[in-house]
């Protein structure tokens, strides 16, 4: 059976999803749109060859009885309402991050989904599905550096838009770190804090960049991540596992080192959508096989509410200038480890 999909966001990650999931991925067709831009997206649908039926809401895409499930890649705020329609419509949803914007929406999906009785939501933490990350865990979980004791993360961004403002640099940025470390080292956080640095000159009125976003887990690993989105030079990203007996990093993407009129070097990327560009085909497919047999493997309703609850305790320790706790809800037996 081909999953029928249908997408509710058709912006640039929107668009390169269902273009994706419809002509690359094994085992899924996009049979429906929905957009704000209404008439942006029956040009898309008609220009990239999918030709889906246009909805004009979202809930009506939802209810579709030729949809099977769902991708939403709508602008954050959007995100929880829109889940908890498709769990309402008991259809699976892929979520692009963040699940919610806030710790309370990120629960309320939790508990809409344990109420229907099965998993339905996966949520958009594509560095999972990276051949870096997972080569770094493997290395981990082998016992090659003894246990992690420290983590040395950077996230850098050579430019961000001007919509781009206040806690963005955690809530839409620092959160992938906030995902794929938790994964990463197999704990959970208990407290955090944030620390501004100089305001480089390159950032715009309404944000303070570069900031420092420090991470304590249960198990005490210690956690450092600089966040810089106009550092200018490229898409940067860095994470160094310090463990016992040694230090474990993530790989840098290919390029071809270079020497070349008197320098030594290679390129650095600088399109985040890049970066990552294998993780996502692999993530969805791991999605659209996983859907078509009833499963979700991937990142859950809890681990997106995770996420959602440690930035909003980021953002307040950011605010108060202390050491905030990450307060989590009692995990339910439904979203227990493997
Ligand atoms: C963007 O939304 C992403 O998901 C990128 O991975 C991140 O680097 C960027 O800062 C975000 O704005």
Redesign the pocket.
């Known amino acids: 059976m081909t999953l029928r999909i249908g997408i509710i966001g058709c912006g640039a990650i929107g668009q390169d999803h269902a273009r994706r999931l419809h002509f690359k991925l094994q085992g899924a067709t996009v049979v429906a749109l929905n957009d704000i831009h209404r008439e942006a997206t029956e040009a898309f649908s008609e220009a990239s060859g999918i030709r889906a039926r246009v909805y004009e809401h979202y809930q009506d895409l939802i209810q579709a009885p030729d949809v099977d499930a769902l991708l939403i890649a709508s602008w954050g705020p959007a995100h929880e309402e829109q889940v908890l329609a498709c769990i309402d419509a008991g259809k699976p949803v892929f979520c692009e991050?963040p699940l919610a914007t806030s710790a309370a929406g990120g629960l309320r999906i939790v508990e809409a989904e344990v109420k229907a009785g099965r998993k339905l939501v996966q949520v958009g933490f594509m560095r999972r599905y990276d051949a870096g990350y997972r080569q770094l865990k493997q290395t981990l979980q082998a016992g090659t550096i003894g246990d992690a004791l420290m983590v040395h993360c950077a996230?850098r961004?050579p430019s961000?838009p001007e919509m781009?403002v206040g806690d963005?640099?955690i809530t839409?940025?620092h959160v992938?770190e906030i995902d794929v470390l938790r994964w990463l080292l197999d704990d959970d956080y208990v407290s955090c804090q944030v620390i501004e640095g100089r305001k480089s000159r390159h950032a715009h009125a309404g944000l303070h960049d570069p900031i420092m976003v420090l991470l304590e887990t249960r198990q005490g690993i210690r956690i450092d991540t600089e966040i810089f989105?106009a550092c200018r030079f490229g898409?940067d990203i860095q994470c160094h596992v310090v463990g016992e007996t040694g230090v474990a990093s993530l790989p840098e993407p290919m390029s071809v080192p270079l020497r070349s009129q008197g320098r030594q070097g290679g390129a650095i990327l600088m399109d985040?959508k890049m970066?990552?560009i294998d993780s996502y085909d692999v993530e969805l497919q791991a999605w659209i096989d996983d859907t078509r047999k009833g499963l979700v493997t991937g990142p859950t309703a809890w681990d997106g509410y995770f996420a959602s609850a440690t930035a909003e305790a980021c953002v307040e320790a950011r605010r108060s200038k202390s050491i905030a706790p990450v307060r989590i809800a009692e995990r339910p037996d439904f979203y227990a480890r493997a």
Request: hydrophobic fraction near 35%; glycine fraction near 0%.
């Open positions: 991050k996230h961004n961000v781009y963005m640099n839409d940025t992938h989105v898409y985040w970066r990552f």
